[in-house]
């Protein structure tokens, strides 16, 4: 035992036998407070206290009450006012690293007071998490950005949702046709009591109440009688169970404009997501190691290490894409596409033989329809392989992964292309080019940059 608890203990021994007929529990309470001089006669019971400590004196201010002491690392509550002032006092950085709360508060406040544009404080402490990963000009940027998400079945919904969480300005959802017992399996938007009615609309209040400060609309129109000012509206353009000649169409208009372009479907296991961005500008974080100067190179390894300094730095980059059209078309005749055709994924086939069907049939693979929907698919292989000048082993004759959609496919799909989405319309890190597919079978995704004039 330490010396010191070795004293205060004697020392409390000695006080209760001074007072050996008063109770422990008494005595604790009478002990004198070290700091308290008023407390010298506290021993001596409740008679021997002073009048003042019983007694407010007439026109003696009120005594303020102590507040309960903060626990370490607790939020401190400050009037607003004073809230206010300590927000636009603090420097970047202050708290949290780059991207502290304070900081990045005070510079939206003070960019809120130049321009009368940026983020509100309510709009940072919603997306305080966002801003410390991807920073304040990629946040600001989605807040001015407007998405449009046509298809709202089970992808539809996770990229409506992913897109509402991220803090766009705006965000219409298009989709004509009606709630059906199968978008059950894999859109969770819809209520229980919204069968036979638009799906768009049905969806709208769940997503709306994911992030209120949203602009959530909508449109329950056929996605074919848009005319192309339509598409113009939007930053970004995510299409889903559509067909191919809309896709196409849709490719063109948003090249033409400088939209952002994104496609993405799900049959069953299989799954893919297209992107063209046009000429994308993006910056990228690069570390750079500062060396030990001179006069530390005789120094031990681990003491150079320490001594290193590593730097973030934001590079600007540049990614060209291609329309859909052209990476749907491509030639595998030349030897180097020959050579190239070992290692491309067997969904991009797939795909085209899916986009068929989808456009004689007029719907995807039934699982209602099981026998006649796999005998048409095994058919439309044949010709689509052939047509693409390419063996026909590179799909296998089974299509029972094709049918329905799976609802874990759609979320890996969805968090996929509204991820890209998102790097998009906030500039920020290298996007993927420019297909992904992912294969729920094995359990794995891969890119593939398929375009006429880029790498394979």
Known sequence: ????????????????????????????????????????????????????????????????????????????????????????RSRPGARGGRWGWGGCVAAMVEEKGRSGGGISEEEA????????????????????????????????????????????????????????????????????????????????????????MVDVKADPENIEQKPEEFFTRFDVVCLTCCTQ?????????????????????????????FANLGEHEFVEEKTKTTKASQEEQGSSDAKKAKLDIAETTLVKKNAH???????LTLSWSSEGAKAALKRIAPDYFLLQVLFKFR????????????????EALRQMRLSVLASLGVGTDLIADDF????????PVCAV?????????????????????????????KGSGVVECLAPNLPS
């Open 321 to 327: 894409f291609c329309l859909l059209k052209d990476a």
């Open 125 to 212: 402490a919603q997306y305080d998490r966002q801003i410390r990963l991807w920073g304040l000009e990629a946040q600001k940027r989605l807040r001015g950005s407007r998405a449009l998400v046509a298809g709202l079945r089970g992808l539809g919904a996770e990229v409506a949702k992913n897109l509402a969480l991220a803090g766009v300005k705006a965000l219409t959802l298009l989709d004509h046709r009606q709630v059906s017992l199968e978008d059950a399996r894999g859109q969770f938007l819809l209520p229980a009591s919204s069968r036979g009615k638009n799906r768009a609309e049905a969806s709208l209040e769940r997503v709306q109440d994911l992030n209120p």
């Open 359 to 374: 456009t004689e049939k007029g719907r995807d693979p039934s699982p209602l329809s099981y026998l006649e929907d796999a």
């Open 400 to 407: 029972a992964s094709c049918f329905s959609e799976m609802a």
């Open 245 to 273: 000649e809309v896709l196409l169409k849709v490719d063109q208009i948003c090249k033409k404009h400088g939209i952002k372009f994104f496609t993405g479907d799900v049959f069953g296991y299989h799954g893919y997501m």
């Open 413 to 441: 799909v969805g968090g996929v292309l509204s991820q890209e989405a998102v790097k998009a319309l906030s500039q920020r890190d290298p996007p993927l080019n420019n297909f992904f597919f992912f294969d729920g079978v």
């Open 1 to 88: 035992m330490a010396p010191a608890r070795l004293r205060r203990e004697r020392e409390r021994e000695r006080e209760r036998e001074r007072r050996p007929s008063q109770p422990a529990s008494q005595a604790r309470r009478a002990r004198p407070h070290p700091t308290r001089p008023e407390a010298a006669n506290a021993g001596a019971g409740p008679t021997a206290e002073t009048p003042e400590r019983r007694r407010k004196l007439p026109g003696a201010p009120e005594r303020p009450r102590r507040s309960p002491p903060q626990r370490r690392g607790a939020t401190r509550l400050l009037p607003r006012p004073r809230l206010l002032a300590a927000i636009r």
